[in-house]
Nanobody
Framework: VQLVESGGGAVHAGGSLRLSCATS????????MGWFRQAPGKERDFVAAISWTGTSTISADSVKDRFSISRDNTQNSTYLQMNNLNPDDMAVYYCNGGGRYRGSYYLPSEYWGRGTQVTVAS
């Protein structure tokens, strides 16, 4: 199983980025997907997840109304649209595939990408 994130970069506060996670070797259409982030010196935190059907999503309170997760089963990919970014969002963002999705939480699997850096200048 491979997950490859892309789309990170440097933006000013208030800007937007769209992260992508391309997968291979995963039964993607049956896999719930999640995004996590890790800032320097901090633990890896949950950001958002989407059910395998794509009909249900959950997200951390800190990103609600600014970030949205989506998926395209024809591309075996999941996406994270991030709007109104602020310096607190600066981190390495990781994709996780095939975790356990429940209505209020997502338990990650052992399948992680290598991450993509998001930098936000104030």
């Amino acid at each position: 199983v491979q997950l490859v994130e892309s789309g990170g970069g440097a933006v000013h506060a208030g800007g937007s980025l769209r992260l992508s996670c391309a997968t291979s070797g995963l039964d993607f259409s049956d896999a719930s997907m999640g995004w996590f982030r890790q800032a320097p010196g901090k633990e890896r935190d949950f950001v958002a997840a989407i059910s395998w059907t794509g009909t249900s999503t959950i997200s951390a309170d800190s990103v609600k109304d600014r970030f949205s997760i989506s998926r395209d089963n024809t591309q075996n990919s999941t996406y994270l649209q991030m709007n109104n970014l602020n310096p607190d969002d600066m981190a390495v963002y990781y994709c996780n595939g095939g975790g356990r999705y429940r209505g209020s939480y997502y338990l990650p699997s052992e399948y992680w990408g290598r991450g993509t850096q998001v930098t936000v200048a104030s």
